[in-house]
């Protein structure tokens, strides 16, 4: 089985914790980022098969890392966003700026791991 890499940002201890869980019962190697700097940190060091972003983070946030992925690294590594926060615009300033998918808060796990499948099979 091939491992794949998953970075998670989110700042919610609990859920990250839960997703956390259930990826990596799916087979992914999961790294968590509880904030932008976190986040920057890992990406400066490593290229993961998959993102998946909250939009509100401290220090830097999932509209902002989309940028910095796109833009600054210049990555096409597939991004999901999350958010509490689905309004239209958020929505689509993700879109814009790059993002593969947006998923709102309460999350599935179970969607949440159909939708990063999907993402990565269309690499």
Not at 35 to 64: A, H
Not at 93 to 116: M, V
Request: proline content about 5%; hydrophobic content about 45%.
């Amino acid at each position: 089985m091939i491992k794949r890499y998953l970075l998670l940002a989110e700042d919610d201890e609990l859920l990250g914790a839960l997703l956390s869980y259930r990826l990596e019962k799916a087979g992914f190697v999961v790294e968590l980022a509880r904030n932008g700097r976190e986040v920057k940190e890992y990406l400066e060091q490593n290229k993961p098969d998959v993102i998946v972003s909250d939009i509100m983070m401290p220090y830097f946030s999932g509209i902002e890392l989309i940028d910095y992925v796109r833009h600054h690294l210049g990555l096409h590594t597939p991004m999901i966003i999350i958010s509490s926060a689905g309004n239209e615009d958020n929505v689509l300033s993700a879109f814009e700026l790059g993002a593969d998918d947006f998923i709102p808060k309460p999350i599935s796990p179970a969607e949440l791991i159909a939708r990063i499948e999907r993402v990565l099979c269309n690499v």
